[in-house]
């Protein structure tokens, strides 16, 4: 059993053992969270030089993790990353050993982000399974078949959502995101009224009419 935790790495020294695409990927996450990343390869995917890290093209050495807050063994050699653990260990630094998650101290989630919506997905040392789990999360959160309401306080705002000629499937999918994420929903009889019925109990519905004959709003 592991424990999911979130870091804030902004400034905080990285260091990552290998060069390759794995260490490309891991890199680039690395960076977008703020961490002052060091990559130490003797040669690194070209990708890893256009993210903009520092890069000592070398091979790793004892003392490499010296002021490190966090370890990535990436390389494809099992001894190599055996040793960037053992540094970590005992420097109490955690360390994710990309080859051998039996053997690593952390792991590397399967991630993804949407609309400030951040899933991590770990499937029992399975990184297929995870990465098949994530995609499928990533398709329902951009598509508004699964997506949370905020939980927000302070001021509100109004979105203008056009509903067509009123079908539901001609809504976008930012349209859908917006209804799902509202407190108060004013619509009329012109609008795709058909999901409304879809939509979480706790949203206020405000019928404004528009029906001959009808009722209209004052």
Not at 5 to 26: I, K, S, T, Y
Not at 170 to 184: C, K, N, P, S, Y
Request: charged share 25%.
């Amino acid at each position: 059993m592991r424990y999911p935790l979130f870091l804030d790495l902004a400034g905080r020294r990285v260091v990552v053992v290998g060069g390759g695409r794995v260490a490309a990927r891991r890199t680039r996450r690395l960076a977008e969270a703020g961490a002052q990343v060091v990559v130490v390869a003797p040669t690194v995917d070209g990708s890893i030089a256009a993210i903009g890290v520092d890069v000592e093209s070398r091979r790793y050495a004892d003392g490499d993790l010296e002021g490190a807050w966090l370890a990535l063994a990436c390389t494809d050699d099992p001894a190599v990353n055996a040793a960037v653990a053992a540094e970590a260990e005992e420097r109490g630094i955690w360390c994710v050993r990309a080859d051998d998650a039996v053997s690593s101290a952390a792991w590397q989630p399967a991630a993804t982000a949407v609309d400030e919506v951040t899933v991590a997905v770990s499937a029992g040392g399975d990184p297929g399974r995870a990465s098949e789990l994530r995609d499928l999360i990533d398709h329902a959160l951009r598509s508004g078949s699964l997506m949370p309401r905020r939980q927000r306080g302070g001021d509100g705002r109004v979105i203008l959502v056009g509903g067509g000629p009123g079908d539901p499937d001609l809504l976008t999918v930012r349209g859908l995101r917006a209804l799902q994420d509202a407190d108060v929903i004013v619509t009329d009889r012109l609008g795709p009224t058909g999901l409304l019925g879809s939509l979480s109990a706790d949203i206020e519905i405000v019928d404004v009419g528009k029906t001959p004959g009808g009722h209209a709003a004052e």
